[in-house]
Every structure is written in structure tokens, then in C-alpha cells.
């Protein structure tokens, strides 16, 4: 693979120094009166003109030939002509200042050289008669020829950059293909800067990346920054991701000479990349899809043949195990958060999960069950020390995720919370499991403080009771005649107060402190309440009937659709 990198003349642009490197110009004996510093300027195209009012012809970046004959004989006409021929913004004006009798008029020079005296524009005078019409046609010859070898250079840039799209190349091969094209580094990032895959093309690479994220600045385009000596290194970087979802930048920290040609290899890279994410991103939804579709089929029992179960386990990428551990795990809820930002949550944490089981080298199969959760069949050697093992595998987990730190009693928080089935010998065994994991998971999610890495059915007590009695129409009517009167009469702020009175055992001053209440004021609600429900809450059958009724509908009870 040859470099795209503009190295050759064929392909670098036509400046107005190699309009006046042209033979027929050369022969000219050109003088450069003014704008030296910009004989580098691209020429769009050659004009020959001899007429006044010529701006409003021009549309800029032309180099303009002429022989002076309407300006040169007068200071005022001359500054007239370029004041009008600046504003229009051309490349450069070459005036011819031969006399008819093939003589150089030095008279109109000193006239032209004092009309452009402090100007930025490059005006050159010819001592000699130049060939207007040879000149610009070979000028427009080098125009074509640069247009041309750019549309060719384009077009190999295309097809390299197809052919990776079609192979289905990963970054990094991406990465290495524009380095090896421009003959530059190469580097991509993430939106924090941090390096995803780099080619330093043969230089060093702890120059490279040395302190990348700090110099690593710009949103997107061109950039010019001071090279490691102090020299100006031109910069480029394009944005990856699609509109609206830019997740990185491909960046080339030192173009060198070719930046236009480096920039639309950049630009066709980072297209290479977005399609390779996208595509790698419908290649891992589509796995996911059929390892939830595979094990909700376990979850409904329409999938009893253990060895069909196996099988097709397998063919999703889970080894065979001697002991399955069925587990469920659902998302902390975050105020104000959106379904989107939910729904990316739980892919991270899937993700996390699944990277942490591969670390581990644990056979699991994971797939989302509602939104915000998900369900695990986690592979293991025996059933000894299961505890241990899964903590050790959700710390992992929640470290990939950047998890919190401990707080100040010493226990760290966690993003999720986990409930566990009983493990088995067969998948479809433990897939039965995930009924009571997930129950669990309900339940946890009501208690107000949760701090175990993972719950099983026995943890949550009585709350797991009553959550599996949930439909149970008898315990419905239970809670019905317990608090029935209650939810009709008061509304939950009633039910509030209640559940403080009832987690304080009874103990007013204790309840009057919570409910931030005088002592008068706490003895008149619960007269109120007592009267409404019809038994004394001094009594612990009836404080026990009432709490056990109020529990009910925190895991998840309803009475007619009400709560």
C-alpha cells in the first residue's frame, strides 16, 4: 500500500510559486514587489485582463495576468486597479511591463511598486514579454492534473476504506490502515480522551501517548498546536459516532504537508470506524436477543430436554458446567432518569457482568427480562463456597463499572441489587430458580436499606411471604378488612404515620420524634386511626394483623388497584 500523502507535485496543490516556476513565466524575469509571504496560495484558476472595473468578474483565488495598459501610466489608476482586484480576492496579479518596443518600462514600475507599497497581495512584475495564452494553458494543465490525481487519490482512499468495511475490520485494523496511508500516527479516542487503539507509524510511542488526555483538545476539524520542539504541527481529528451520538475522534497529532489529503483519509477512517461499532454493535444485539429468547423459553418450561438445552447453550457460547447459579439483577432507580438512560445502564451492567464472568473464566448466560433487569446462569465447578465466589464476581463487575467508594460505615454502595435462586445440576433446573431470584429482587427493592451484595428468598423474611401471597384473593381479604376503612378514609398519609408507628414497636416518644410531632398532636392521630380501623394499637395481636396487612401492599399487594 503506497502513502495518499500529497508527496509528489502531480498532487500537491498549484501555488502561485509554481505559476511562476512555469517556463514561459520564468522566461519573464519575474520581480515579486509584494506578498512574498503568500506565493504559497492555491490557485483556483488564470485570468488574462486588460480592462478596468475587473473585480466584478472575478469570483477569487485566481492568479490574473495582465499588461498594465490600463493602470500602469498612472499612480491613482494603478492603486484604483488593485484596491478593486484585492477586494475580489485573488491569488496574485502578474503585470507585464514591456514597452512595444520590447523594452522594460521602468517608470510604470516605479509608479505600480509605489500603488502597492504595504500591500499582502502578491504582485509581481515581468521584466521580460511572457506568452499570456502558453501560460495559462499550462497552468490550467497542472489545475487538471491536480484535480484529477486528487479525484484518483480519493477514490484508491474509497476502496481501501470499503474493502475494510466489507471485510468487517475491527478499529484497530482500521487505525493501522489510514497510519499506513499517510505515514503518520494515528490515534483513536474515546469522548474522555482516553486512547482506544493508536499506530505510532514506526515513531516512539511513549511520545505518542505522553500525556495524551491533556493535549488531546478540540471538537472536531482542524487544529493547529505546537509541536514537542516548539514547531507548528498541523493537528487533525474528526469525530466518530453518528450524528448526535459522537462517542470518540480518530486524530492524526502531525499531518505534515499533506493535511488535505490527510484530512479526507481521516474523514473516510472515521467513517470505517462508526460502521465497524455499528456493526459489531447489531452483531452483539442479535446474540442478545437469542440468549434472552433462549432463556426465557427455560424460565416458561417449553425447553425440558436437557440435552437440546445444553446444546443450544453452547452454540450461544456457554460451556457445560457442573452446577448452575441462577441469579437476578435489577437496577437502583436515579431520580429523573429517562428510558433511555435506563435502558443504557442496564447494557453496561450487562456488559460488565458478562466481561467480569469472562475474567473469571465462569460459563454465563445473561439476558434482560424487563427493563432494568436481567437474569444470570452462572456456570461453577461445585457448589462449595458459592457465596464467595459470586461477590467475588459482582465486586469485578461493579468495579468495570467504576463503582462507588465505601461510605463512611465502611460498606460500599452498589448500583444494583441481586437476588439468588437455590442452585441445580441442569440449566433448565436452575432457570426454575430465577422465579424466586426475581421475587427476591421485588422484595429488597422495597426495604428502605439494603446493604448485602445478594439476597436469597430466606433473607427477606416474612416481606417474601407476603410477596409470594400477593394474588392470594384469601390474604387480599385479609388486608382488606385490616386496613380497608383506612385507605378509604385517610389516603396514605395515614398509611405513613402508621408504618412509622409500627416500626417504632409501639414507642411514642420514639414515633413523635420520626413523625416530628408533639406528643398531644401524635396521641390525636392515633386515636384518629384506632377509630377507623376499630382495635387499640396497645394491643400486639392487633399491631401485628396491621403491620402485616401494611407489608403486604409494600411488596407489591392491591386492593381494587389501590396501594
Given at each position: 500500500m503506497?502513502h495518499?500523502?500529497?508527496?509528489?507535485?502531480?498532487?500537491?496543490?498549484?501555488?502561485?510559486a509554481?505559476v511562476?516556476e512555469?517556463?514561459?513565466l520564468?522566461?519573464?524575469?519575474?520581480e515579486?514587489l509584494?506578498g512574498?509571504?503568500?506565493?504559497?496560495?492555491?490557485?483556483r484558476?488564470?485570468?488574462?485582463v486588460?480592462?478596468?472595473?475587473?473585480?466584478?468578474?472575478?469570483?477569487g483565488g485566481?492568479?490574473v495576468?495582465?499588461t498594465g495598459?490600463?493602470?500602469?501610466?498612472?499612480?491613482?489608476q494603478?492603486?484604483?486597479?488593485?484596491?478593486?482586484?484585492e477586494a475580489?480576492g485573488v491569488?496574485?496579479?502578474?503585470v507585464?511591463l514591456?514597452?512595444?518596443d520590447g523594452a522594460f518600462?521602468a517608470?510604470a514600475r516605479r509608479?505600480?511598486g509605489?500603488?502597492v507599497?504595504?500591500?499582502?497581495?502578491p504582485?509581481v512584475?515581468?521584466?521580460?514579454?511572457?506568452?499570456?495564452?502558453r501560460v495559462?494553458q499550462?497552468?490550467?494543465?497542472?489545475?487538471i492534473?491536480?484535480?484529477?490525481a486528487?479525484?484518483?487519490s480519493?477514490?484508491?482512499?474509497h476502496?481501501?476504506?470499503?474493502?475494510l468495511?466489507?471485510?468487517?475490520?475491527?478499529?484497530?485494523?482500521i487505525v493501522?490502515?489510514?497510519?499506513e496511508?499517510?505515514g503518520?500516527?494515528?490515534?483513536?479516542?474515546?469522548?474522555a480522551?482516553?486512547v482506544?487503539?493508536?499506530?505510532?507509524?514506526g515513531?516512539?510511542v511513549a511520545?505518542?501517548?505522553a500525556?495524551?488526555?491533556?493535549?488531546?483538545?478540540?471538537?472536531?476539524?482542524?487544529a493547529r498546536?505546537a509541536g514537542p520542539a516548539g514547531?507548528?504541527?498541523?493537528r487533525?481529528?474528526t469525530?466518530v459516532?453518528v450524528?448526535?451520538?459522537r462517542?470518540?475522534?480518530?486524530v492524526?497529532?502531525d499531518a505534515g504537508s499533506?493535511a488535505?489529503a490527510?484530512?479526507?483519509?481521516?474523514?473516510r477512517?472515521g467513517?470505517?470506524?462508526?460502521?465497524?461499532?455499528?456493526?459489531?454493535q447489531?452483531?452483539r444485539?442479535?446474540?442478545q436477543q437469542?440468549?434472552?429468547?433462549?432463556?426465557?423459553?427455560?424460565?416458561?418450561?417449553?425447553?425440558?430436554?436437557?440435552?437440546?438445552a445444553?446444546?443450544?447453550?453452547e452454540?450461544?457460547g456457554?460451556?457445560s458446567a457442573?452446577?448452575?447459579?441462577?441469579?437476578?439483577l435489577?437496577l437502583e432507580p436515579?431520580?429523573?432518569?429517562d428510558?433511555?438512560?435506563?435502558q443504557?445502564?442496564?447494557r453496561?451492567a450487562l456488559?460488565?457482568?458478562?466481561?467480569?464472568?469472562r475474567?473469571?473464566?465462569?460459563?454465563?448466560?445473561?439476558?434482560?427480562?424487563?427493563?432494568?433487569?436481567?437474569?444470570v446462569?452462572?456456570g461453577?465447578?461445585?457448589a462449595?463456597?458459592?457465596?464467595?465466589r459470586l461477590?467475588?464476581?459482582l465486586d469485578?463487575?461493579?468495579?468495570?463499572l467504576?463503582?462507588?467508594r465505601?461510605?463512611?460505615?465502611?460498606?460500599?454502595?452498589?448500583?444494583?441489587?441481586?437476588?439468588?435462586?437455590?442452585?441445580?445440576?441442569?440449566?433448565?433446573?436452575a432457570?426454575?430458580?430465577l422465579?424466586?431470584a426475581?421475587?427476591?429482587?421485588?422484595v429488597?427493592a422495597t426495604?428502605?436499606?439494603?446493604r448485602?451484595?445478594?439476597?436469597?428468598f430466606g433473607d427477606v423474611?416474612l416481606r417474601?411471604?407476603?410477596?409470594?401471597l400477593r394474588?392470594e384473593?384469601r390474604?387480599?381479604?385479609?388486608?382488606?378488612?385490616?386496613?380497608g376503612?383506612l385507605?378509604?378514609s385517610?389516603?396514605p398519609?395515614?398509611?405513613g404515620?402508621?408504618r412509622?408507628?409500627?416500626?417504632?414497636?409501639g414507642?411514642?416518644?420514639e414515633a413523635?420524634?420520626?413523625?416530628n410531632?408533639s406528643?398531644?398532636?401524635l396521641y390525636?392521630r392515633?386515636?384518629r386511626?384506632?377509630?377507623?380501623l376499630?382495635?387499640?394499637l396497645?394491643?400486639?395481636?392487633?399491631?401485628?394483623?396491621?403491620h402485616?396487612?401494611?407489608?403486604w401492599?409494600?411488596v407489591?399487594?392491591?386492593?381494587?388497584?389501590r396501594?
Amino acid at each position: 500500500m503506497t502513502h495518499i500523502a500529497p508527496d509528489s507535485r502531480s498532487e500537491s496543490p498549484v501555488t502561485v510559486a509554481r505559476v511562476l516556476e512555469l517556463p514561459d513565466l520564468a522566461a519573464g524575469a519575474p520581480e515579486v514587489l509584494c506578498g512574498q509571504d503568500l506565493l504559497g496560495t492555491p490557485v483556483r484558476w488564470v485570468h488574462i485582463v486588460d480592462t478596468e472595473n475587473t473585480g466584478a468578474l472575478l469570483e477569487g483565488g485566481e492568479l490574473v495576468l495582465t499588461t498594465g495598459s490600463v493602470f500602469r501610466h498612472s499612480h491613482d489608476q494603478a492603486r484604483s486597479f488593485f484596491d478593486d482586484i484585492e477586494a475580489a480576492g485573488v491569488a496574485a496579479v502578474v503585470v507585464e511591463l514591456v514597452g512595444p518596443d520590447g523594452a522594460f518600462d521602468a517608470e510604470a514600475r516605479r509608479r505600480i511598486g509605489s500603488a502597492v507599497d504595504g500591500r499582502v497581495l502578491p504582485v509581481v512584475v515581468l521584466h521580460r514579454r511572457a506568452r499570456f495564452v502558453r501560460v495559462t494553458q499550462a497552468a490550467h494543465r497542472l489545475l487538471i492534473g491536480e484535480q484529477v490525481a486528487r479525484l484518483e487519490s480519493a477514490r484508491r482512499v474509497h476502496e481501501v476504506f470499503t474493502g475494510l468495511s466489507l471485510e468487517g475490520a475491527d478499529e484497530q485494523r482500521i487505525v493501522d490502515t489510514a497510519a499506513e496511508l499517510l505515514g503518520a500516527a494515528v490515534v483513536l479516542e474515546d469522548a474522555a480522551h482516553r486512547v482506544l487503539a493508536f499506530n505510532a507509524a514506526g515513531g516512539s510511542v511513549a511520545a505518542l501517548l505522553a500525556e495524551w488526555p491533556a493535549r488531546a483538545t478540540g471538537e472536531g476539524g482542524r487544529a493547529r498546536e505546537a509541536g514537542p520542539a516548539g514547531s507548528r504541527a498541523v493537528r487533525l481529528h474528526t469525530p466518530v459516532g453518528v450524528s448526535g451520538r459522537r462517542w470518540g475522534r480518530l486524530v492524526v497529532p502531525d499531518a505534515g504537508s499533506g493535511a488535505e489529503a490527510a484530512a479526507h483519509v481521516l474523514e473516510r477512517a472515521g467513517q470505517a470506524v462508526t460502521l465497524a461499532r455499528m456493526a459489531a454493535q447489531d452483531r452483539r444485539d442479535l446474540l442478545q436477543q437469542a440468549r434472552t429468547g433462549f432463556l426465557q423459553e427455560l424460565m416458561d418450561g417449553t425447553l425440558t430436554d436437557p440435552g437440546q438445552a445444553l446444546a443450544r447453550a453452547e452454540a450461544l457460547g456457554m460451556r457445560s458446567a457442573p452446577v448452575y447459579l441462577p441469579f437476578v439483577l435489577q437496577l437502583e432507580p436515579v431520580p429523573g432518569e429517562d428510558p433511555t438512560g435506563l435502558q443504557l445502564r442496564e447494557r453496561a451492567a450487562l456488559d460488565a457482568m458478562t466481561a467480569a464472568a469472562r475474567a473469571q473464566r465462569l460459563p454465563a448466560l445473561a439476558g434482560g427480562l424487563r427493563s432494568g433487569s436481567f437474569a444470570v446462569l452462572l456456570g461453577l465447578g461445585s457448589a462449595d463456597d458459592v457465596d464467595r465466589r459470586l461477590g467475588d464476581l459482582l465486586d469485578r463487575a461493579d468495579a468495570l463499572l467504576d463503582g462507588g467508594r465505601p461510605d463512611a460505615a465502611g460498606a460500599k454502595p452498589t448500583s444494583w441489587i441481586v437476588g439468588v435462586g437455590p442452585a441445580a445440576d441442569s440449566l433448565s433446573g436452575a432457570a426454575a430458580g430465577l422465579e424466586d431470584a426475581g421475587r427476591t429482587v421485588e422484595v429488597v427493592a422495597t426495604m428502605e436499606v439494603h446493604r448485602r451484595p445478594f439476597y436469597r428468598f430466606g433473607d427477606v423474611r416474612l416481606r417474601g411471604v407476603l410477596s409470594a401471597l400477593r394474588e392470594e384473593p384469601r390474604m387480599r381479604a385479609f388486608v382488606e378488612s385490616e386496613l380497608g376503612g383506612l385507605l378509604s378514609s385517610e389516603g396514605p398519609a395515614a398509611l405513613g404515620f402508621l408504618r412509622v408507628l409500627l416500626e417504632c414497636g409501639g414507642n411514642k416518644a420514639e414515633a413523635a420524634r420520626r413523625a416530628n410531632l408533639s406528643r398531644p398532636a401524635l396521641y390525636a392521630r392515633i386515636a384518629r386511626i384506632e377509630s377507623v380501623l376499630g382495635v387499640s394499637l396497645e394491643d400486639a395481636d392487633s399491631r401485628l394483623a396491621v403491620h402485616v396487612a401494611l407489608l403486604w401492599l409494600e411488596v407489591g399487594g392491591s386492593l381494587d388497584g389501590r396501594r
